[in-house]
């Protein structure tokens, strides 16, 4: 496993200490057979590894595990604190749990980026970023530190934690900008290693190794499949090559038998039915007959599904006790003031809608209040709250992600399933929405008339919708109403069809077409040209691009074959 022997030495430590009943947390539960009517704890040493989604000690996979004497350690600084976590980064914990009622201990908490490296191409309607030959997918859950997905921009250099999906992909749960730090970072499995060349790929990056330091690890221990973190600095984008200043071996990930309890969550690789067994995040699990199952069955189990599994030792074997589905449909995405706060159901309601919250519920507070430790307790009535939820089986509606925001900041974006739908407006998430001459219409099939959505609306019950406008009081007044493609795949990939909305550098021209991140853009007369946010015609556009030259562009896909544009966008700076 990722942690060194020494930080299961410290859990294990840790949890001697506590049974010793030297701990000044302890209270009343004295181990040493003493007073206190001879009351005993037991401690178990635990390992968890997760997306952190909150504060007040450090929240991962719907724990809170205190820490205030755990050693810290974040990139390449192994004696950090607390205040340089944040929410979205994926950790890993060691701790040592009691059964007194506390909160789980922990003995170190580590943090490494998943990815750091210049973005190439920004796929916005699909959900994807290109980063070293690397596709990053994001959704409304992915936390976005010091940029958005409006304000990204390519040749940004970005920061990325997250899983790594079966297709080598990495699913983001934050993505960072650097400022200042622009050195590259990347994990994955050596792939194509020519010791002659001396070279090896990372999924579609070529690593050249030749003056690279080598840490836990000699040049001749490389081999395929060995799992390795590369760095450097001198990146060519054109061969997408990599001169790595350090390579170090990534590769133990056996999870010491010592440990009591691990908890995992990630994505699903390397399913095989037969012998009941999977990885997540490189772990490996067995299951058996007494394996549970929350929000999915068996049958739900595949690769590419994100899961969190808790697990236990049985004769060398981590046997997962539970595996838990984590649900990417139905998420609707709405911001209001809160009216009521019940804390005994852990619930709270805005547009009159009743949010249940879980110890999963991801919480962050970007009001002007900034409390670190934002949670559930610290929703108050009249707080302005942005949230992300979902439906569960039950129908309730359950908080997912939850951001208090000041009332000003409100962004004027709604998703969910329509209702009251007529030429004036509909409603979503119980917020009015109206209707303008000036508002537009769109589907994965291109544009519509206000005729044609409305008509679409009666043809389907659950038709989920993404609405962007201005509020006007309680009322938002609609500029943007897009149709969400309920046949998307679960995890974003682009499926050559509907609408293509992204930004990247053009790779080749030919005639009126040009390429960009392997994709033809073929132009018309209707296409609509800007540059220098200026109007321009086709030929004054083309006179001014080149390859290397980086486009926005909004599109349609025709035959899975190629992009019909409709709006391309080119800055060249030549105005500054």
């Known amino acids: 496993m990722r942690f060194k022997q020494s930080l299961l030495v410290l859990a294990i430590s840790g949890a001697l200490t506590a049974c010793g009943g030297s701990s000044s947390d302890s209270g009343s539960n004295d181990t040493s057979g003493g007073s206190n009517n001879g009351d005993t704890s037991t401690t178990t040493t635990v ?10 000690s450090v929240y991962v996979n719907g724990q809170r595990y205190r820490s205030e004497s755990a050693e810290i350690a974040v990139g390449d600084s192994p004696a950090a604190d607390e205040a340089q976590l944040k929410i979205g980064m994926v950790v890993s914990i060691a701790a040592s749990a009691s059964d007194n009622g506390e909160d789980p201990e922990a ?45 990204l921009a390519v040749g940004n250099v970005i920061e990325v934690s997250g899983y790594t999906n079966d297709e080598g992909n990495f699913y983001a749960t934050l993505i960072e900008l650097e400022t200042e730090e622009t050195e590259i970072k990347l994990k ?53 090559t990599l001169t790595a200043t350090s390579v170090e071996n990534k590769d133990d990930n056996d999870i010491d038998a010592d440990t009591d309890e691990v908890t995992i969550a990630g994505i699903v690789k390397n399913y095989d039915s037969d012998a009941g067994s999977f990885t997540v995040n490189r772990y490996e699990f067995a299951l058996n007959d007494e394996t549970e199952f929350e929000d999915g069955s068996l049958d739900t189990l595949a690769n590419g599904i994100i ?30 003031q809160v009216t009521n706060v019940n804390a005994e159901n852990e619930t709270f309601v805005i547009n009159d809608t009743t949010f249940s919250v879980t110890p999963e519920t991801q919480y962050e507070d970007e009001s002007d209040l900034n409390e670190r430790r934002f949670t559930f307790d610290d929703i108050a009535a009249n707080d302005w709250l942005k949230v992300i939820s979902r439906q569960d ?21 709604v998703k969910g399933r329509a209702s009251n739908v007529t030429l004036d407006g509909m409603t979503i998430a119980n917020i009015t929405i109206s209707f303008t001459d000036s ?28 609405v962007e406008g201005q ?36 790779e080749s021209i030919d005639g009126d077409s040009l390429v960009v ?23 004054s556009f083309f006179n001014v691009i080149e390859v290397g030259a980086v486009i926005e562009i909004e599109g349609l896909w025709v035959d899975q074959s190629y992009i019909q544009v409709t709006d391309v966008e080119l800055e060249t700076n030549d105005n500054e």
Not at 393 to 413: F, S
């Open 47 to 56: 390992v968890s590894e997760g997306v952190i989604t909150g504060f007040g």
């Open 107 to 151: 003995q170190q908490i580590r943090y490494e980026e998943h990815l750091q490296g210049p973005v190439s191409f920004i796929g916005r309607s699909d959900g994807q970023i290109e980063v070293l030959g690397q596709t990053v997918l994001f959704d409304e859950l992915t936390e976005f530190d010091n940029t958005d997905i409006d304000t």
């Open 188 to 240: 994955g499995e050596v792939a194509n290693l020519d010791t002659d060349a001396q070279t090896f790929s990372l999924s579609e990056l070529t690593v050249n190794y030749s003056a690279a330091e080598f840490d836990d690890m000699t040049d001749t221990d490389l081999a395929n499949g060995l799992f390795v973190k590369v760095e450097g600095e001198q990146y060519d984008s054109d061969t997408q």
């Open 307 to 336: 899961v969190k599994v808790e697990g236990r030792f049985d004769n060398d074997q981590v046997i997962a006790e539970e595996v838990e589905f984590k649900a990417k449909d139905a998420r609707s995405k709405t911001e209001g």
């Open 393 to 413: 089986n039950q129908g309730n509606t359950l908080a997912l992600k939850v951001k208090r925001i000041n009332q000003e900041d409100r962004e004027g974006e």
């Open 439 to 466: 508002t537009e219409f769109d589907s994965d099939d291109g544009e519509l008339t206000a005729e044609r959505f409305v008509a679409l609306a009666d043809g389907q019950e659950a038709l989920i919708v993404e």
């Open 471 to 506: 509020y006007d009081g309680d009322v938002l007044i609609a500029s943007e109403v897009e149709i969400e493609n309920s046949d998307r795949d679960d995890d974003n990939r682009p499926d050559d069809t509907g609408k293509a909305e992204f930004e990247g550098a053009i």
């Open 517 to 539: 991140n392997g994709n033809e853009l073929r132009f018309t007369e209707n296409t609509s040209f800007e540059l220098n946010d200026e109007a321009v015609n086709l030929q």
